[in-house]
C-alpha cells in the first residue's frame, strides 16, 4: 500500500478500482445499507476520487508517468499490456468529474427516495468508468471504459419510467451504440495496421506511415463515434431528448462532464495518436472546425427556440460543446488549453443551471417556461442565481469560460482566423438571451406573449416534492463558490494548469504557430451579453412591439425556425441517416 | 483464390452493417431494432476476427501444440469476448426498456415517438401516426 502511494503513476487504477468495489459493496448490500450511509459513502468516495486525481495532477507535474496493469511493460518493442497513463490532462479532466459527481450526487439528496441505492450505484459506476477513460493509454481499453460510461448513462436516462424518459433513453441508447461500434471497427482498422493498442505503438507506427489510408479511415470512424457522445451537429439528435427527461442531477452531470468526454476523446485521438498523419491534422482542422460551427450556431438557435427549460439547456450544451470542439480543431495548444478550460467552466454552469431547473421541477411542479410564467417568485434566490449563470454563458468577461473562449480565440487570430469572436459570441449571446428570457418569465412574471418558443415540445413532468428548497440550493451555491474561486483566486493558476494539460495532451507538439498576442478579444468583451439581454428583452415584451414592425420579424424567420423544428422533432431512423451523412461528410474531408 | 476469401469477411461485415442499419432506419418495433442492432454490432466482429486470421494457422491455444506454431492472433478474439459481453449489456438493457415502455402505453413502434413523448410540431408529410401519450 505504502509503495502504491509512493508512485503517483499508480493513483489512477487505484482510484478506479476503488470507485467500482464501492459499487459494487453498495449493490451487494443494497437491501441493508439504510439510505442516509449510501448517501455519504457515494459522496466521501466521489470527493476522494476527485481530490486524490487533483493531488496526483500536481504531483506529476512535468513528468507524466504510464503503470503497466500486472508488470507487463512492453518487451522487445512489443506492448502487449495495458496501461494507464497518469497526466494533467487526464489528472486534471478525473478531478474536474469528481466534482461535478460530488455536487450531483449532493444535489440528489431524497430524489430517490425509496428506490435502494441503485441511483448511488450507477452513479459510482459512472464516475469510475469515466475517470478510467481519462487515464486509458490503449484503444480498446479507452473503448470499454467509454461503453461502461454510455450503459451507466443509459440506465440513469430511464431512471424515471416514465413514458417519455424511457423513450430519451432508448433514443440515447440507439444512436450512441451504434457510434460506440463504429468506434469499434476504427480500432480494429488502426490494429490491422499497428498491431497494437498501445496509444505510443499506433503512434510510432503512423510516424512510419503517415498516409496509410487504413489508419485515416480508422481516425475518421473514431472521430464519427466520440462526436457522437459529444453531440455535434449532426450527431446530436439524441442529447436533448436524453437531457430533457433525465432526473435533473443526472442531466447536470451529462452536460457537465459526459458530453465533454466525447471531446476529450477527439482531442487524444487528435493529438496522442493520429498526429503524425497529414490528412488526419487536414481533417481535424477544417472537420473538427466546420462542425463545431455548425453546432455551436445551430445549438444557439433551437435554445432560444424551446420552452421545456431542461431541453433549452440541452440545445445550449451542444451550442457551447460545439465551440470547444472548434479549439481542438484549431490544432495548437493554446486552442486545446482553451477549449480545456472552456468545457470546465461550461461544465460548472451548466451542472447549476440543470439543478436549478431541478429545483423547479420539484418546488414549481413543473418545467415548462410558459406553463411556470411568475410561479418562481417566491423561490427569488434561485432566479438570482439563473439569471447570473446566464450572463456568464452569454460571456460576460470574467471566470474560466470567457478565460478559455480567450484563449481559443488567441490562437485562432494567430492563425489567422478572426472571425472565431464573432461565432463565440453569436452562441453565447442566444444561449445567454435564452436563459436570461426564462428567468424573467419564471421567477419575474414577464413576457406574457410568446413566440416561436410556443410550438416547441414539452412535457408534464414532476419531480420529488419531499425536498426542501434551501436544501438543493445548497450544493448550486457550492459549486458556485467553486467557480467564483476559478475566476478571482485561482484565475491564472487555471490558466496555467489548462495550458499545462494541453502541453501533456499534445505531447509538447504544436502544430499551429503561436505569436504572444494579448488575450483580448477585438469586439467589445460585454457585448455578447448585452446581446443577451437585448434578446432576452425583446422576447419578454413581445406584447409591447408595434404588430408591422412585429409581423415583418416573424415572417422572415418562420420558415428557417420551423425546419429546424421539424428536424428535431423527428424519429430514431432519421436520426441514424443524419449520422451517417456526417460519417461521409468526416470521409470527405479526410479524402479531400 | 486466397484474395477473394480474405476480402469476404469485409464484405460480409459491410453487408451486415449495411442491413442492421436498414432495418433501424425503418423498423416499426424496438424488438425488431434490438436484433438490428445486433446486426451491426455482428459486423464489428467479423471485421475483428477478419483481422486477425492467419491461413494455415491453428487456435491460439498450445496446451498440445509446439510453441512457435502459427497461430490465428488472440488479442482479437479477446477484443470480440469483450465487444460480445458489452453488446449483451446493451441489448439487455434495451429490452428492459422496451417491455417498461411496452408496460407504460403499449406502443413499442419507434415511428410512433415523438421527443417528450408528444409530437407539438404540426407535421406536413402523410404517415405519421398520433403519438402514444403519458398517461
Known sequence: MNAAFADPAAWPICIVAGLLMLAGLLLAG?????????DILALAATAAAGVLAAVLAIRIGDH??????????????????????ADRAGAGAAAFAGLMFTGAIWFARGYFAGARNHFHVLMLLFLASQCGFFFAHDLFDMFVWFEMMSVAGFALTGYALRSSSLDGALNFTIINTIGAYLILMGIALAYAHANALDFSAVRAVAQGRPDDPVLIAAFVLITTGFLTKAAQVPFHFWLPDAHAVAPSP??????????????????????????????????????????????????????????HVKRLLAFSTISHVGIALIGVGLLGQQGLGGSLLYLAGHGLIKAMLFMIAGIMLSTLGGIDEIGLRGAGRRIWPAGIVMGACALV??????????????????????????????????????????????????FFNLGPMTGEEDAAPTDDEREHANRPFAAQLVPVLTLLGVWVLLASMFARSSERFALAAAHDMALGADFSSRRALPHMTPILPWLPALVAVA????????????????????????????MLQVIHDSVIGEYVLWMMAGLLLLAGIAIF | MSDVFSLLPWIGAVWLFGIGLYGIVSSRHFVHLTGCLAAIQSSSYLVLLGIGYRYGAVAPIFYDKRPGTQAVDPVVQALVLTDVVIGATVSALLLALVLQLHKRNGIVDPQAMRPMGKSAVPTAGGGRQPNGHTA
Open chain 1, 64 to 85: 507524466p508517468a504510464l503503470y503497466w496493469m500486472g508488470g507487463w511493460t512492453p518487451r522487445q518493442g512489443q506492448a502487449i499490456g495495458i496501461a494507464f497513463l
Open chain 1, 535 to 562: 434578446i432576452a428583452s425583446v422576447d419578454l415584451n413581445r406584447h409591447r412591439i408595434p404588430d408591422v414592425v412585429y409581423d415583418r420579424l416573424m415572417g422572415l424567420t418562420r420558415p428557417g425556425l420551423h
Open chain 1, 393 to 442: 454563458l452569454a460571456g460576460i468577461p470574467v471566470g474560466p469560460l470567457d478565460a478559455g473562449a480567450r484563449m481559443m480565440d488567441a490562437q485562432a487570430r494567430s492563425n489567422g482566423l478572426h472571425w472565431l469572436a464573432l461565432v463565440i459570441g453569436f452562441a453565447g449571446a442566444l444561449t445567454g438571451g435564452a436563459v436570461l428570457r426564462v428567468t424573467g418569465r419564471v
Open chain 1, 250 to 307: 443526472v442531466s447536470a452531470i451529462f452536460s457537465g462532464i459526459m458530453v465533454s468526454i466525447g471531446l476529450f476523446g477527439v482531442a487524444r485521438m487528435a493529438w496522442d495518436v493520429f498526429a503524425p498523419c497529414p490528412a488526419v491534422r487536414h481533417l481535424a482542422h477544417v472537420g473538427l472546425i466546420s462542425i463545431g460551427c455548425g453546432s455551436a450556431i445551430a445549438g444557439a438557435v433551437m435554445a432560444l427556440m424551446q420552452r
Open chain 1, 30 to 38: 443494497a437491501k441493508i445499507v439504510p439510505p442516509v450511509l449510501s
